[in-house]
């Protein structure tokens, strides 16, 4: 079975300090994967994927993702976290052919100033 | 480039009774997806649109859900009758052909749903 995990329900965070987000995923084949950001009372914003190819995938607002296919992980991580970044970040996996993407539960982002 | 528009932002009903909710695509946008997020969950899909045709609906509670997409473009969501459990955020979202490999989805900015 196709699974998307995030270990962790919060990562706090001091502005400037580096910020990464855990994702592990379990898949058969070959795994697409995504970051999305949610911020209050708006839906999801897409940040980056991977595909193929390099395993350090960059994005918006300066983010990138690790993937590790030995670790079956694909971290989200940003050098200097700002305070504007706090939010709710999901991982997701796609599943299918049509483009359905299996969501983790989220892991709330907490940057202090 | 306008976005994934929804209405309403909120609706509060009591349960047993009905209600719809309604979601335009970004123009082009072939594939349409419906979603339920729970708080403190990650979104569930519960309905994917290829045009006007259904792609998966395994997660679409039959008996009480129901949406459509006849011309391709807007669609509707229906509960009815709600139930308690079906208070979430119902996302929409499309992307200009299914795969979300090629096509990152564009979401829109929900309909919270409480039901009392």
């Known amino acids: 079975a196709q699974s998307v995990a995030q270990p962790e329900d919060q990562v706090n965070v001091a502005e400037g300090n580096p910020l990464t987000v855990k994702c592990t995923y379990s898949v058969s084949g070959n795994p697409y994967l995504f970051w999305y950001v949610q911020y209050p009372n708006r839906g999801l914003q897409f940040l980056l994927k991977?595909?193929?190819?390099?395993?350090l995938v960059k994005g918006s607002y300066g983010f990138e993702a690790e993937f590790n296919k030995s670790q079956t992980s694909f971290h989200l991580k940003k050098p200097s976290a700002l305070v504007s970044d706090s939010a709710l970040y999901f991982c997701a996996l796609l599943t299918d052919s049509w483009g359905k993407l299996q969501f983790g539960a989220g892991t709330q982002v907490v940057v202090t100033p | 480039e306008a976005g994934v528009a929804q209405s309403p932002r909120y609706k509060i009903i009591e349960k047993r009774q009905s209600v719809a909710f309604w979601c335009n695509p970004i123009s082009g946008h072939a594939t349409l997806y419906w979603y339920q997020q729970i708080l403190g969950q990650g979104p569930k899909l519960l309905i994917q649109f290829q045009n006007n045709g259904v792609v998966d609906d395994s997660q679409l509670p039959k008996d009480r859900f129901s949406a459509e997409r006849l011309k391709g473009v807007d669609s509707t969501l229906k509960i009815q009758p709600a139930k308690l459990e079906d208070s979430a955020v119902y996302l929409c979202?499309?992307?200009?052909?299914?795969?979300?490999?090629?096509?990152?989805?564009?979401f829109g900015n929900g309909t919270r749903l409480t039901v009392t």
């Open positions: 979202a499309s992307s200009l052909v299914g795969g979300g490999g090629n096509s990152p989805l564009h």
């Open positions: 991977y595909i193929t190819g390099d395993n």
